[in-house]
């Protein structure tokens, strides 16, 4: 056990481990999320009071999960990299921003375009719209975070200052909500409930389950793929970077 | 069975512009998503070739 | 230990008033500059006030602190700390207390006359100002957070308040609200609690953060 922990310190062992598992997650994202689609958009029954809008849900509610599901990894990276000081929490935690930031993104324009038909307006200032609103800031600002400060200070300290405001965003997420929802229940009904359909049928949550679970699997796999080219650029000066180069070089010639 | 017909399915009750919107853009998205890690390793693969080459050239002129 | 760390950012406060003075005029001139944006009617509005007040407070409170540890950090002041016996977090409180004397004590005090300019009633000004005072402190903290975070970096403000503000959204909300609610003769005291307990715990957690952070952005 304390071996595999080990493992996780050596740039090179992740470097080669996360080709084979980053394939394996793509290829099981591609099957699930296309099975996913077909059925969401194709077989699903429609809802009886949204019409065939409803079936936005198949791409809202995925990437709104997945978007917090994300910064709250990155949280835990940052947090496994200051205490244990594993220098590869870093390297995945900046290939998730611009995937996290992507999905808050897709969920604001979904929720959006979801909104049209059914509430009749493109914005609306409820809980979840304006959470996950706030939750598009947090991202930026931490992305911002990323890339700024290794330009102003040694590159291990920025990033684990970096994962310090993680860990703060991400206990603050929760206070947010909480406090969204309160204001929200003062000024408006509680009758715009997006996704509060309570007991779908299997029919229309299943495509739902795969959706999410497919979306998991993409991440995983592009989160490691981009997490590789990361570590090389950073690395490259050691030796086993340099073989990997050499390797990478001479296959495109 | 929800859809009778194609052009039932590409109408989509009337919502046809929102729901088509919404799944392109989430796979657009994703789409770029998936193509920035080659972005990326191309990148670093130019600014390798770049830095071997100055080294070369260091080298045979010293 | 406290007392010379109080004593020396009592001085340099003294000697330059002007930190003092700027926050203040910000946040005159941002309330007074509304009005002209919007018609007489809408003035009629209290809890137009309201939120006047507080997001015009917020965002001076905020930049205020950009630069908090610049100085310190610039005169080697920020080493001595770290080097000697006093722990950073000990500095930090004191810095965040100071700044409040300087910025958010302020604030409170002028509280009245902006509720005068808006036509909120006299008989709320006192709870106001009480979430005022509770939710600066909230924001000192926070805002501090954003000043370590972006020590070294040129043209911090602007970041700082990227990363600042979408966590100080509780703050608002049940700042705010409390006004509100006594506008609207609800119940005042749960955002008053909220907000209370959202002070505290910052105020025990968040300057162990800075000062992890400054242990690493000073380097």
Known sequence: MWRWIHKWGSPKWFFQISLPWSQALMAIALVMLSLGLVWGLALAPADYQMGQSFRIIYVHVPSAILAQSLYVWVAILGAIGLIWNLKITHVLARAVMPLGTSFVFLALLTGGLWGMPTWGTYWQWDARMTSTLFLLFLYLGLWALYVLLPTAMPKQSAYKAASILALVGVVNIPIIKFSVEWWNSLHQPATFRLTEAPAMPVAMWAPLLLMVLGLYALSGALILKRARWILLADEHKASWAQDELSTLLQEKN | MPFLSWAEFWAMGGHALYVWLSFSAFVGVLALNMLSPSWLQAKLCRQERRRRIRARRQESSS | ?219
């Open chain 3, 1 to 219: 230990m406290w007392l010379s760390l109080c004593r020396r950012e009592w001085l340099l406060s003294w000697r330059r008033p002007q930190d003092f003075a700027q926050a203040l005029i910000f946040l005159v001139l941002v309330v007074v500059i509304f009005p002209l944006a919007t018609d007489l009617n809408a003035l009629a509005e209290p809890s137009l006030a309201l939120a006047i007040l507080w997001n015009a407070s917020l965002l001076s409170l905020l930049l205020g602190c950009d630069q908090l540890f610049n100085q310190d950090r610039d005169d080697g002041y920020l080493d001595q700390v770290r080097l000697g016996a006093t722990l950073l977090v000990v500095y930090v409180v004191v810095k965040m207390v100071m700044q409040w004397l300087r910025t958010g004590l302020p604030v409170v005090l002028i509280t009245p006359l902006v509720a005068l300019m808006f036509g909120l009633p006299a008989q709320h000004w006192g709870l106001v100002m009480l979430t005022l005072a509770l939710g600066s402190l909230a924001i000192i903290v926070l805002a501090s957070l954003g000043a370590a975070l972006t020590l070294g970096l040129a043209r911090s403000g602007m970041l700082l308040a990227l990363l600042i503000l979408p966590l100080l959204v509780p703050v608002l909300i049940y700042g705010a609200g409390v006004g509100l609610a006594a506008l609207q003769a609800r119940d005042t005291l749960a955002p008053l609690a909220m907000l209370a307990a959202l002070v505290l715990f910052y105020w025990a957690l968040i300057p162990l953060a800075i000062a992890k952070v400054l242990s690493l952005t000073s380097s």
